[in-house]
């Protein structure tokens, strides 16, 4: 019987898997995974990082005060976040190829209305139309997507398909300066958009089809004994093993997006622009190799721990990088904290795998994604404000440690089960 024909509540604890094939080579899967790369590149570069760059852009063109560009960029997070919460109902409805394209199409469209914004109102439209295209591009559908070809690989296919994200840092910051160099930046950013749809929309209609029938997600009519969503998400929030797990990494992300955002004009006073750019170029360096190490093994480990190490290895690089002053020491640090900077995005979805009902896998990650999404939009933000009131970064960041530490010790604590479990012939497990 479904949850509609019950009044059971849904166990939200780890069930069966149907095992396939995903080692092979040969196996689909792995076409998706490429696929989940390219609109990650995409997804990060127009979505995330290139926030940076329309900041300053708008700020320069027409004078905007940073402040009113910034909380556009607030704006485009928190209501990026309340869409993604329905990422899995919206795989489920339409399927994964045409939510993929409609997040594809909504950025390309936000990046050239961004470009074409002569107003600060048209701003925060173009932000809201960004956030479709965010919905549709970053973790809760590149995660739920995957999840569909991905039962015991998932965990490398989710590591490898966001290395996409560190690429689109990497590479597509310096192509977007380089092309508003050439050509403008409303020309810049409609170039940049007819490459994404050009590559991208021939690429996702060609080689994403339909998700082999599996135990994990699934979308359409396959999914019909599936619990509904409302009910997983109500459930969720009286689960201790879900709880920890969502407090714990907004927690860890608040301290990551905002220390990173700050970390140029942090590191500039001590060691230069151009000790801070190697800095930073290293902290998105080790994150990719952090995240391929971790993907060959990831599945293994003990996800929690893992995760509780991550989060002490980035206390430890903030207490070097506060207390220190010498580059090297300074830029070594800032590698330490990358390196698991890529991990923390994967990890989330992983212990949600391994720990609850494989039919709730995909509604529990966009909520998980979601939360994250709220709190670390409010992180960049708050570390200037505790930097103006008290006149250097020390505060702020040895508030990230804290922050840093005590998500470590909150991740370890599970629970008995991991699920809720009371129906009306038993009473709800203690």
């Known amino acids: 019987m479904t949850d509609k024909e019950t009044n059971e509540e849904i166990p939200l604890d780890a069930s069966n898997h149907i095992a396939v094939d995903e080692t092979s080579i040969r196996y689909e899967g792995w076409r998706i995974v490429a696929v989940c790369f390219l609109v990650a590149t995409f997804g990060w570069g127009l979505g995330f990082y290139g926030q940076s760059v329309y900041v300053a852009e708008l700020h320069r063109l027409h004078g905007w005060p940073a402040s009113l560009i910034a909380s556009g960029t607030t704006f485009f997070y928190l209501f990026g976040a309340l869409l993604v919460v329905f ?10 190829r045409n939510c993929l394209l409609a997040g594809v199409c909504a950025m390309a469209a936000a990046a050239v209305a961004i470009g074409l914004a002569r107003e600060p109102w048209q701003l925060f439209a173009a ?14 559908m590149i995660t739920n997507t995957l999840g569909l070809w991905f039962d015991h690989k998932r965990g490398m296919a989710i590591s490898l398909a966001l290395n996409g994200a560190s690429f689109g840092g990497i590479i597509g910051v310096p192509l977007l300066v380089a092309a508003i160099e050439a050509f403008g930046f409303s020309g810049a950013l409609i170039a940049a958009a007819a490459v994404m749809l050009v590559l991208m929309v021939p690429i996702i209609l060609i080689f994403v089809g339909q998700p082999p029938r599996r135990g994990s997600v699934t979308a359409g009519p396959a999914a019909t004994d599936a619990p509904s969503a409302t009910r997983i998400r109500a459930q969720a929030f009286r689960d201790l093993a879900f709880l920890t797990v969502s407090i714990a990494f907004a927690l860890v992300l608040f301290a990551q997006v905002g220390f990173i ?14 000790g801070a750019a190697t800095a ?29 190490i991550s989060f002490m290895s980035q206390a430890v690089a903030l207490a070097i990088i506060i207390n220190s002053h010498n580059e090297i020491v300074l830029v070594v640090a800032c590698g330490l904290f990358g390196f698991s900077v890529g991990n923390l995005i994967t990890l989330p979805s992983l212990i949600v795998q391994r720990e609850f009902d494989s039919r709730s896998f995909g509604v529990l990650v966009s909520l998980i994604t979601a939360i994250n999404q709220v709190t670390y939009a409010f992180g960049p933000g708050v570390i200037g404000l505790l930097r103006d009131i008290s006149g250097s970064y020390s505060l702020p960041l040895y508030g990230c440690i804290g922050l840093e530490l005590t998500a470590a010790a ?8 991991g699920k809720v479990s009371s129906a009306a012939t038993t009473a709800p497990s203690s």
């Open 410 to 417: 909150l991740i370890m604590v599970r629970g008995h089960t």
């Open 127 to 140: 932000d809201a139309v960004l956030s479709l295209g965010w919905a549709g591009t970053s973790l809760g």
């Open 261 to 274: 955002v700050h970390l140029i004009a942090f590191l500039d006073p001590v060691i230069g622009r151009s």
């Open 87 to 96: 990422v899995s109902e919206a795989i489920r409805s339409f399927g994964p």
């Open 280 to 308: 930073v170029a290293l902290l998105t360096a080790m994150a990719v190799v952090g995240r391929v190490l971790f993907s060959t093994v990831i599945d293994r480990l003990n996800q929690r721990l893992a995760s509780a």
